[in-house]
């Protein structure tokens, strides 16, 4: 147990950890601008709100014993290039220094987005394919962590895509999972791009969220958090509409992506496993299976 600084903590992967945290007992603080997230994810979390932009000077009493960095422009498709490199990379640095000052172990959120479309599974150390601002600037983080590695504790989290409950104030940038569940819950069809056979490894936020705490006890390095399973947008969409017991047909339509589009991602989730004890306990049908009932519950 112990004091953790939690900056993107009312975003989607950030109010889940913040929620299991305390849970277990830990003192959090979560740091946020509400850029993307909101408030409304974090009902039931008593610990400390700051609304406040990472990318400034952090007045911060005490000392925090980890630092879970989430918080950043998280919309890949974003159309400020250079606002998306600036803010991920200013509050990166901004944490990085904070983390270092005060001796404080420091996980934080890459992406399997730096992977593009290199060879599958996608293994931590190969060549990276970068093809927006947000890929890019996950990439020179992981750059500057690992220029680290000796002097501080830091890992890095490759995640691969994300579902699962409190993603909804992402808007079109929230998961494909959460997108196509809406549509049929809606009573309309599942609509994918032609003929479906992109390839996805989707992780549910719980087993995310796990990888993280985990990641708290490992020793520096950058890890990938997926599952090890790409699903093709068709069987999503068909995994979704039989655990709805629906009568909807997928729909195709025309990408209006080109070659900057992730066609295949897949994690090798080698390293995770033995680096942070991590392996994926949700395989896909079981998560939206749990996905779906809370969006019932809640109508979230
Ligand atoms: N969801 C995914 O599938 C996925 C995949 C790969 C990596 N990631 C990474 O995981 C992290 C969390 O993503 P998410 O899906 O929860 O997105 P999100 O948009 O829901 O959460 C990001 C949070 O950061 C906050 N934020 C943004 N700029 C800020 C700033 N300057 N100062 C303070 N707070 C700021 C937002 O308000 C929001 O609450 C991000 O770093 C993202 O790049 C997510």
Known sequence: MGKILLTGGAGFIGANIAIKLQKMGNEIVIVDNLFSGTKK?????????????????????????????????????????????????????????????????????????????????????????????????????????????????????????????????????????????????????????????????????KDVVDATILAMDAKSGIYNVGTGIGTSFKDLANTIIKSLKSNSKIEYFDSPYGKDYQYNTQADISKARSGLGFKAKWNLEEGILDYIKWLEKTKG
């Open 41 to 205: 994810n974090l009902v039931g979390f008593d610990g400390q709100f700051i609304e406040a932009d990472v990318t400034k000077p952090l007045e911060l009493e005490g000392k925090f014993d980890a630092i879970i960095h989430q918080a950043a422009i998280t919309d890949a498709r974003f159309g400020n290039e250079e606002m998306t490199l600036k803010t991920n990379l200013d509050g990166f640095g901004n944490i990085l220094g904070f983390a270092k000052k005060h001796s404080s172990k420091l996980v934080y959120a890459s992406s399997a987005s730096i992977y593009g479309n290199g060879k599958v599974p996608f293994k931590e150390d190969q060549k990276p394919d970068l093809f927006s601002a947000y890929a890019k600037s996950k990439f020179e983080m992981d750059a500057i962590a690992g220029a680290h590695f000796g002097e501080m504790q830091i890992v890095g989290l490759r995640y691969f895509n994300v579902f699962g409950p409190l993603e909804s104030h992402k808007g079109r940038p929230a998961s494909m999972v959460y997108h196509l569940i809406k549509q049929v819950m809606d009573g309309k069809n599942p609509r994918i791009f032609k003929w479906g056979e992109q390839i996805r490894d989707h992780i549910y936020v």
